[in-house]
């Protein structure tokens, strides 16, 4: 009898360790999720860097508290083929449950940023960056929502820049270097040098930071 209670209170115990080892996976719950995710219609005069050349979103799933969670509880990408600025992403999630989803979206092929965690976006460190380059054209947003047993959701999501947009402008003086042809100066080439510019984004907060001191150069 005494051999029967023990062999049945360790096949418990090993019973028990396994349920606390299996982890839920929350890609394969019962409530459907739709998010259109889209650049919208972008608000600037500018004739450049209009959005319409992202063609890639990457996403993230996390709990209640993105901040403190050690890993995304899904991640994936979408590509835009069409350019039409919109993306469709689908999925199956466990129910009555808090989320948060960070998407990104970027010129697919360029490494202008590392995306390993999206929660901070690196910019990668370089010297010289040509002014009115379209390709590094980004769009970002994190988005709260609450699953419910036998609701689905669907949400459209637009995003923001990350970044600010810096013009630069020169003005010429009443002196002899603008007589020249005619009162006009003809600008074959500029550079700008830029000190202690943010080279991450904290999407949580929607802050840039400064985690490596450069120094980038802006020609144009």
Known sequence: MEKLIYSIAVLATVMLTGACQKE???????????????TGEIATKAEIADGKNI????????GADPANE????????????????EFTL??????????????????DGKNYYIVDDL????????????????SRAAFFAVYPFHTE???QIKETVYLKRPFSQLNLGATTY???????NNGKII???????????ANSFNTLSGLGEVDLVTDPTFTG
């Open 24 to 38: 839920v996976d929350f890609l394969a719950g019962d409530t459907n999720v739709t998010f259109t995710v889209s």
């Open 55 to 62: 063609d890639i979103l990457y996403w993230e799933l996390y």
């Open 70 to 85: 050690a890993r995304p509880l899904g991640e994936g990408k979408v590509e835009d083929d069409d350019y039409d600025k």
């Open 90 to 107: 689908n999925l199956k999630l466990v129910a009555d449950q808090d989320y948060n989803i960070i998407f990104w979206a970027q010129v």
């Open 119 to 134: 929660r901070s976006i690196k910019i990668n460190k370089e010297t010289k960056i040509s002014a009115n380059d379209e």
């Open 149 to 151: 047993n036998g609701v």
């Open 174 to 180: 009443e002196t002899d270097l603008n007589k020249v």
């Open 187 to 197: 600008v074959n080439s500029t550079e700008v040098t830029v000190t202690s510019i």
